[in-house]
């Protein structure tokens, strides 16, 4: 994947899946007696989007220092790509759970929340994961080729 393509989406779709996850956080909070929200279920929801909250944030530092890294030798970006690939795998179930909150008997505007969230989460795990499979998994000549093409395009001035 291309370094622009990887960091811009990288970026933007964990500043959304941030977004999301606060206001599902802030709706079930604040909404409680209107929408007929159990205490059990909405600390199920708080605790879910806290994690989610959690991880966006660290999707959103590791985008921020990605140029960073990309400018250092291959071995960093052999170590970065080892890092956000098992910091995804842990954050796989949580997206896993996530839908077990559509077998709960939730009000129409928090299903359509959890929707969208889903719909991010899986742009968000597949973006990091195509990414490490292209650091991690292809030949190393095809690997430094490509390091070198992203590094002469867009961090050498």
Known sequence: MDYKDFHD????I???QFIMSLTFLIGSIVLKPYIALEPKERDFIVILTVLNMSFSIYYIIEALRLEKVFKLEDKHVFKFGKRIGIVSLVYSPLYLIFFSLLFLDLH????M???LNLIINTMLLGVVFKEVYDLLFITEAERKFELEKNRKLYLEP
Do not use: A, H, N
Request: charged share 5%; net charge negative.
């Open 108 to 111: 129409e505007l928090q299903v």
């Open 113 to 115: 929340i959890v929707y």
């Open 9 to 12: 989406g990288l970026l933007s």
């Open 14 to 16: 964990s500043l959304i």
